[in-house]
């Protein structure tokens, strides 16, 4: 039957042979592989505390043909001393500390940033709305002007064309120069047109007086100025022959604007039409005044 048996499964396998040696070698190895690997060590295992025989050339984590006597040396990992364990975690504590304050003063750098940027958004904000106010003002600046500058074209226009009886016409050019607003005058008579500069006497009768004169009446109504009018020695560049004019001029201008005038003057054509007139004279460095 045993025959039998042989046929069936064949020959007899050959004993394994077993080497305990090699087999307690190779266990070591890999204890010593595994232990290496724990950051916190344990105590060793009792296998680690043999010492391997010198004899041993196998491999000892990935290690190929260590000499006995290196592998003999080899001292099991002890567990980390109190001493050094507390440097650890002081060390990470530090560690710790200083990586909050980074973070701590990248948190400040970002909301400063962030601050910057809102300040900045508000700032162009109120640029913007700057602009615009300063655009309507000037808008409005410029409307202003350009009524200032008829009403006064037409006060000066009429005051010419009663004093003389021609047919004159002022014109005012507003120019800005080097950021300020600047008026040029322009006298036309007879076709013919002329800047006026003062003073401007060039033109015969005094025209440039009766410009000046309309143009402080002009203003002076333009302003909103309240209470009587002080005028001293107005139109004494007008010749004789316009001087009566000149008078019918500043009384009309009284009654339609219900303004006083208190005129000094050494023209008697002007005094003719007041209402109250006073003489003053000095004899004897003495002045006396009376009623004309």
Same mark, same amino acid.
């Given at each position: 039957?045993?025959?039998?048996?042989?046929? @069936?499964?064949?020959?007899?396998?050959?004993?394994?042979?077993?080497?305990?040696?090699?087999?307690?070698?190779?266990?070591?190895?890999?204890?010593?592989?595994?232990?290496?690997?724990?950051?916190?060590?344990?105590?060793?295992?009792?296998?680690?505390?043999?010492?391997? =025989?010198?004899?041993?050339?196998?491999? %000892?984590?990935?290690?190929?043909?260590? =000499?006995?006597?290196?592998?003999?040396?080899?001292?099991?990992?002890?567990?980390?001393?109190?001493?050094?364990?507390?440097?650890?975690?002081?060390?990470?504590?530090?560690?710790?500390?200083?990586?909050?304050?980074?973070?701590?003063?990248?948190? @400040?750098?970002?909301?400063?940033?962030?601050?910057?940027?809102?300040?900045?958004?508000?700032?162009?904000?109120?640029?913007?709305?700057?602009?615009?106010?300063?655009?309507?003002?000037?808008?409005?600046?410029?409307?202003?002007?350009?009524?200032?500058?008829?009403?006064?074209?037409?006060?000066?226009?009429?005051?010419?064309?009663?004093?003389?009886?021609?047919?004159?016409?002022?014109?005012?050019?507003?120019?800005?120069?080097?950021?300020?607003?600047?008026?040029?005058?322009?006298?036309?008579?007879?076709?013919?047109?002329?800047?006026?500069? =003062?003073?401007?006497?060039?033109?015969?009768?005094?025209?440039?007086? %009766?410009?000046?004169?309309?143009?402080?009446?002009?203003?002076?109504?333009?302003?909103?100025?309240?209470? =009587?009018?002080?005028?001293?020695?107005?139109?004494?560049?007008?010749?004789?022959?316009?001087?009566?004019?000149?008078?019918?001029?500043?009384?009309?201008?009284?009654?339609?604007?219900?303004?006083?005038?208190?005129?000094?003057?050494?023209?008697?054509?002007?005094?003719?039409?007041?209402?109250?007139?006073?003489?003053?004279?000095?004899?004897?460095?003495?002045?006396?005044?009376?009623?004309?």
């Amino acid at each position: 039957m045993s025959k039998n048996l042989n046929d @069936l499964f064949g020959k007899k396998p050959a004993p394994i042979k077993m080497d305990y040696a090699e087999m307690e070698l190779r266990v070591v190895a890999q204890s010593v592989e595994l232990e290496l690997k724990v950051v916190e060590s344990e105590p060793i295992s009792p296998l680690l505390a043999r010492q391997v =025989p010198s004899s041993y050339k196998g491999t %000892v984590t990935g290690r190929i043909n260590v =000499p006995g006597p290196e592998l003999q040396q080899l001292q099991p990992p002890n567990r980390v001393d109190g001493a050094r364990r507390d440097r650890l975690a002081a060390d990470i504590r530090q560690a710790v500390k200083r990586l909050d304050v980074r973070q701590g003063k990248k948190e @400040l750098l970002e909301q400063q940033r962030d601050d910057s940027v809102m300040k900045r958004l508000e700032a162009q904000q109120q640029l913007d709305t700057f602009d615009k106010v300063q655009i309507l003002l000037q808008k409005t600046s410029d409307y202003a002007r350009q009524q200032a500058k008829s009403r006064i074209e037409e006060i000066v226009t009429s005051a010419l064309s009663v004093v003389f009886g021609k047919e004159y016409s002022f014109t005012v050019d507003l120019q800005v120069r080097s950021n300020r607003p600047e008026a040029d005058y322009y006298l036309t008579s007879e076709g013919v047109t002329t800047q006026l500069k =003062p003073p401007d006497y060039d033109r015969g009768g005094g025209v440039a007086d %009766v410009v000046s004169l309309a143009l402080r009446l002009a203003v002076g109504e333009l302003e909103g100025i309240a209470g =009587p009018l002080f005028l001293d020695e107005v139109g004494k560049h007008v010749s004789a022959e316009f001087a009566p004019n000149v008078a019918y001029f500043l009384k009309e201008y009284s009654s339609k604007f219900g303004r006083q005038i208190v005129l000094i003057t050494h023209n008697e054509a002007l005094a003719a039409v007041s209402d109250h007139s006073l003489a003053v004279t000095q004899k004897s460095g003495v002045s006396k005044v009376s009623v004309v």
